[in-house]
């Protein structure tokens, strides 16, 4: 039953914000917000049947918070699971025996029961396509040697290999993990394939080790082991050591990889590499959240240098397009283009020339980000504000019910405020204090270059006004969504309070964030009056 009960979708309706007080309130605030409520939602003040029939249904509401947030086992239940968690009935997490404590243990272990069930069935399949391009002719056709060429008049682009490959994962267990994995590949008509088994065992929280088996018609027999190790908290270690059987013997290759955060967004690695194409490099790699950056250098045997460096840009929720500028000696400057499909890679790897000619450096440099910025523009952008524009259409459509609810008890609540906020405002005016003049809550527009786009706000001088007191207005870091006299004007885009005040017969305006803590009159600056 909890189980199920995991997998659904948590009711996420803010007792806190409708209290207007702290996630980590103490008994005498929330009680003293109860009370104050109370005095004005109570039926009994109010003698219009209709406004007395809107003054129970909120009084029910805030008690029924009250109720939740005051039992210390019902608050950690909701603090956790939400409104559907109070909801449910023969659950053990639900015993009132339990202390807040052995609460949130046994929703610990449901989640480890939970995540180890996900574990069991999940295979993580993982697939890499790459096409190999010959497009040398565009560059190397200017050479002399090249111009006698007969039939040299157009260059050629061809495609002279392909790999493609694919694994899967098994847990077996919660630390040991089964990868079996399989590939094929063709190069200038001549193919083969492989097959690897890899088994994995988590030894501990900072490493893990790997033996791999694998077969193949291109290569004989290759048995190696991948180990991984946490030096620190910022630095980490792997070595991969393996045997490659064949019909000239064994050849041994040994692969170590020393890596380390430079700073919050930036990776260094050295990496050596022995045996089989032996090669060190050294790169950096600077990961933001919206873009990717490599810089790397090669040297590969005796004689061989490679320069590498290139960009990784997020293109949409599940796609990452990136692109890698080669340039070495002897096998000169390729431009290699990848594009990361949720698990799916495609690599396109097109070789421009055999030798370090600078036109072949600009354009595989140039040409990528040109044509980047047109797609961006063009396609994406466009793309992108369609499909964010279509997912705020299917939320409102799915929350439209709720909206009119939450509309009609939000004017309700202004109705059942209108006397005391009278009072309030003649207690303000008497000592000159804070008179909330005019307050909106929802979406403004700013930027001029969205003046077209319509503003969705509503008017909140009232509710803010009824929730002022001794000359102060504190409103807690929660969505004010849930405030009394609120509703969201807008779902699934961002919002802000903006409020014109006036304090001590001086005028002052602030602005605040959804969810951030607001003060008044401490967090607030005087704005020029006209006239």
């Not at 610990?108 to 574990?119: G, I, T, Y």
């Not at 500028?325 to 020339?353: D, E």
Request: proline content about 4%; hydrophobic content about 35%.
């Amino acid at each position: 039953m909890a189980a199920s009960f995991l997998d659904d979708e948590v009711d996420n309706d803010d007792y806190y914000s409708l209290l207007n007080v702290r996630r980590e309130a103490t008994q005498d605030e929330l009680k003293a917000s109860y009370r104050r409520l109370c005095m004005l939602y109570h039926p009994d003040k109010h003698r219009d049947p209709e406004l007395k029939k809107q003054a129970e249904q909120l009084f029910n509401l805030v008690h029924q918070a009250y109720e939740v947030l005051s039992d210390p086992q019902s608050r950690a239940i909701y603090d956790i699971y939400g409104k559907k968690g109070l909801e449910m009935e023969g659950w053990e997490v639900v015993e009132r025996k339990r202390t807040a404590a052995e609460i949130r243990e046994e929703f610990e272990r449901l989640q480890r029961e939970r995540e180890e069930r996900r574990l069991q069935q999940r295979t993580n399949p993982k697939g890499t396509i790459s096409v190999g391009v010959d497009a040398t002719e565009l560059f190397d056709r200017y050479d002399e040697d090249f111009e006698d060429v007969p039939g040299s008049g157009f260059p050629q682009v061809e495609i002279n290999r392909m790999h493609i490959s694919q694994s899967i994962e098994a847990p077996l267990t919660a630390t040991d993990t089964a990868i079996l994995s399989g590939s094929l590949s063709t190069q200038n008509g001549n193919g083969g394939g492989s097959i690897n088994l890899a088994l994995r065992k988590v030894t501990s929280a900072k490493g893990w080790g790997e033996l791999e088996f694998g077969a193949g018609d291109l290569q004989g027999p290759l048995f190696g082991l991948k180990v991984f190790r946490n030096l620190t908290p910022k630095c980490f270690f792997t070595t991969n050591c393996m045997l490659q059987f064949s019909s000239r013997g064994i050849r041994p290759g040994l692969t170590t990889m020393v890596a380390r955060n430079l700073d919050k967004n930036t990776m260094g690695y050295i990496q050596w590499r022995w045996g089989i194409q032996s090669a060190m490099n050294t790169s950096i790699v600077r990961d933001t959240k919206n873009s990717h950056f490599t810089m790397q250098l090669q040297i590969a045997g005796l004689f061989g240098t490679v320069v590498e460096y290139g960009a990784e840009r997020k293109v949409s929720r599940h796609s990452i397009l990136g692109a890698t500028v080669s340039v070495g000696v002897p096998q000169g400057v390729s431009l290699k283009i990848k594009l990361n499909r949720a698990s799916q890679t495609y690599f396109f790897p097109i070789h421009l020339t055999d030798q370090l000619l600078p036109s072949a450096i600009f354009y595989a440099t140039v040409g990528p980000l040109v044509i980047y910025v047109a797609m961006h523009r063009l396609i994406i952008k466009p793309y992108l504000r369609a499909q964010k524009e279509k997912e705020l259409e299917k939320q409102r459509e799915n929350a439209s019910t709720d909206i009119v609810q939450k509309k009609q008890e939000a004017e309700a609540a202004v109705r059942l405020m209108q006397e005391s906020v009278r009072r309030i405002i003649e207690a303000e005016e008497s000592k000159m204090g804070l008179i909330i003049l005019n307050a909106w809550y929802g979406k403004f527009v700013t930027d001029n270059s969205r003046k077209n786009e319509k503003v969705k706000v509503i008017d909140v001088t009232v509710p803010l006004q009824c929730l002022v007191k001794d000359s102060k207005l504190i409103l807690t870091e929660a969505s004010k969504a849930g405030l009394p006299g609120f509703y969201d004007p807008c779902i699934g885009e961002d919002k802000s309070l903006k409020i014109l005040y006036q304090f001590r017969g001086v005028l002052h305006q602030v602005m605040s964030g959804d969810n951030e803590p607001l003060r008044i009159p401490k967090q607030s600056h005087k704005i020029e009056v006209d006239g």
